[in-house]
C-alpha cells in the first residue's frame, strides 16, 4: 500500500518510522511519503493560513498550498492511479474498525492533516472530482491538528494488511472485528505466572478445555460490552447472538 501524507509538521509523523509501520516498511509492504505543505508556498513567511471569510476568530488553512500539494501527490503516484484523499476532522465520519477495513483494501492514500480551523472547504470539493475523498473523525473531541489522528488511522489500517501482524489471527478476536467480534469488546487477558501478588488466572483458562474456554471468553465480552459500551448493546440482534453462539 502506498501513503502520502501533507502536512505543516513532517516531523510529527517521525513515529511512522517504528514498531508496526516502521517495520512494515521496512519490509516493503508500506511506501510512505510525507510532505511538507509549505513546499508549496512562495512567500518569504510560507504562509498556509489566513482570516476565515465571515469572520469569527481563528485561521483557515488556505486552499493554493493544498491543491498544489495535492496535484504533487497524484503526480508522483503510480501513472493512471488516484489515491483515496482521507480528510482526518471532527465533523468527518466516524473512524472505526469497519471503515480501517475498508481503507485498507485500496491500494493508494492520502492524508490531509490540517491545523487551526481547517482547510478552505473548496480544496475538498475541488479533490472529490478527482478521486474519492474519504473525511473521518477519531472520535468526539478535537485535537490541535489532524497528524495525531493520521497515526491513529495509518496504525490501525497496516495492523489489518497481510502479512504486517506475525499471527494472521491476531486481529480475528480484536475488539469491533468483523464478524463474531463485531458491536463486541474484548474481555481480560491473562498471561504467565498463574498467580501473581496473590490474584490468580482464572481456572477456566488453565482447563485445557477449549469449547468452555471460548464460551467463557464470549462471556466476558458481552460482560465488559454492557458495562462499558451501552451503544454498542443497544445494536445487538438476536439473530447476532447466534451467530456468535456458533462461532465459539
Ligand atoms: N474548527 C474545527 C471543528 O470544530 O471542526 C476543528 C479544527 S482542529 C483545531 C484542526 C484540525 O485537527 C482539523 O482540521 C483536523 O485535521 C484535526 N482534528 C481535530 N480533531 C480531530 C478529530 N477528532 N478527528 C480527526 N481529525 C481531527
Redesign the pocket.
Known sequence: MRIDVVSIFPEYLEPLNISLVGKARARGQLDVHVHDLRDWTYDVHRTVDDSPYGGGP?MVMKPEPWGEALDAVLAAGPEGEVPTLVV?????RPFTQELAQELAGRPWLAFT???????DRRVIEEAATRMPVVE????D??????EV?VLVMVEAIARLLPGVLGNAESHRDDSFAPGAMADLLEGPVYTKPAEWRGRTVPDILLSGNHGKIARWRREQAFARTLANRPDLVARWRHADFDKKDRAA
Open positions: 481563528g482526518p476532522t471532527p465533523s468527518g492533516p490540517a491545523r487551526y480551523e481547517g482547510i473521518a473523525s477519531i472520535g473531541y478535537v485535537l490541535a491538528g489532524g489522528a
